[in-house]
């Protein structure tokens, strides 16, 4: 402290009267009265209610809250062993009160063995949980068995795309037409050959209702009344075999039909089309799905043919079937990720003769290179000495 200060603090305090000329500024800061959150806490320090009592009474906002005095339990360890180091003053002055909590813990801490008890020392005799049995020698139950809800592998070929639409959107205006639940058509994976080839026959007109119960057109009265015979029996206690016994009569009902037959397809994905490599109506694509049922069940029955999954975005996003067979076909075939190979790719850009398209950045020599400048600016380089 400066002299000058000194002197000032000296004359101020001599003015105060009882303060000492010679006590430095720290111990005159300790020797002042206590704030007054120090006092409320001594005061609290001294209350004979627990700290759980005082929360209580806090969160309440009176000093007799509701429910039981110490819900946590009663008294711990520590504070019944505080409680018996207490003179014995204390102890006459609270021994006409009830303590039930005490006598029922005071054989906690001294917990002996009852004589009968033998610990085990090994598992025998020991009850068992679980299978009782060599659960993994058992032959496998109809429980056990577990089928691939969709293909194994994903359609690639656009021709094998539409012909899953296809198949879902006529079962799908079977069901409609049929007045039966619509997601019972996935019950079915896999049709005879039969059944699949009236399926490819009809084909599919939207109206301006919108309405899939009349939106389908059979091929001829025979087709019409064995698939709708074959459908009936879909999503009803029906036997395994009604199908194919409902095939064998299909088949010899459609027999003078005259179908158009494709070679077997050995390379793709076409075990489920038996050799057809595409549609030969497209008119389901304007199919409308604005029914959330009709929605759901479409894309339900068409991720299981085709193998592709759809997200929620595209499920809610889609209005027509074309839609979604225009997203299968773009996850077949992504956009490739650079700019420039999807500006190439472009057919309005590359018969243009003023627009040039590269994969990397040009530069000036980049520019001179093409115009055969570089040749002669190295050689006036080299000559000059610049470069070697």
């Known amino acids: 402290m400066r002299p000058s200060l000194r002197l000032l603090n000296l004359e101020v305090s001599s003015l105060q009267g009882s303060r000492s000329l010679y006590v430095c500024s720290i111990c005159r800061q300790e020797t002042r009265p206590r704030p007054v959150l120090a006092r409320q806490f001594l005061r609290n320090a001294s209350n004979a209610a627990p700290i759980t009592e005082r929360v209580r009474r806090k969160i309440w906002g009176t ?192 027999e003078a039909t005259e179908f158009q037959e494709y070679p077997a397809d050995v390379n793709g994905p076409a075990a489920g089309f038996f050799g057809y490599h595409d549609v030969q109506d497209k008119g389901f694509l304007s199919l409308p799905l604005n029914d959330p049922a009709t929605r759901f069940a479409f894309f339900k029955r068409f991720s299981q043919l085709s193998g592709h999954y759809f997200p929620d975005t595209v499920v809610h996003s889609a209005a027509t079937v074309r839609q979604a067979v225009e997203y299968v076909q773009s996850v077949n075939n992504p956009k490739p990720q650079k700019l420039a190979d999807h500006l190439a790719n472009s057919p309005s850009l590359r018969h243009m003769s003023n627009v040039k398209l590269f994969a990397k950045r040009q530069t000036v020599r980049d520019r001179d290179e093409e115009l055969g400048r570089k040749k002669l600016i190295e050689a006036e380089l080299r000559d000059r000495g610049l470069i070697e």
Not at 66 to 87: A, T
Not at 133 to 148: M, R
Not at 220 to 244: D, M, R, S, T
């Open 63 to 254: 000093d007799n809250p509701p429910g039981l005095k110490d819900p946590y339990g009663g008294e711990g360890v520590l504070e019944r062993k505080f409680r018996k180091d207490q003179p014995a003053t204390q102890e006459t002055q609270t021994e006409g009160l009830p303590q039930p909590v005490e006598a029922e813990l005071a054989g906690e801490d001294e917990i002996t063995p009852s004589a009968s008890y033998e610990p085990a020392t090994d598992f025998h005799g020991l009850p068992r949980v679980g299978h009782l049995g060599e659960w993994y020698n058992l032959p496998p139950t109809e429980a056990d068995v577990f089928d691939k809800f969709a293909l194994k592998k994903r359609l690639t070929k656009k021709g094998h795309v539409s012909l899953a639409a296809h198949q879902a959107a006529v079962e799908i205006c079977l069901m409609h037409a049929l007045n039966k639940p619509l997601v019972k058509v996935c019950d079915v994976a896999e049709h005879e050959q039969p059944v699949f080839k009236m399926i490819w026959k009809c084909k599919v007109k939207a109206d301006a209702s919108g309405q899939w119960g009349q939106a389908i057109v059979y091929p001829n009265k025979e087709a019409e009344e064995a698939l709708v015979y074959i459908f009936k029996q879909i999503g009803g206690e029906a036997e395994p075999a009604v199908e194919e016994q409902a095939a064998e009569e299909a088949e010899e009902a459609v």
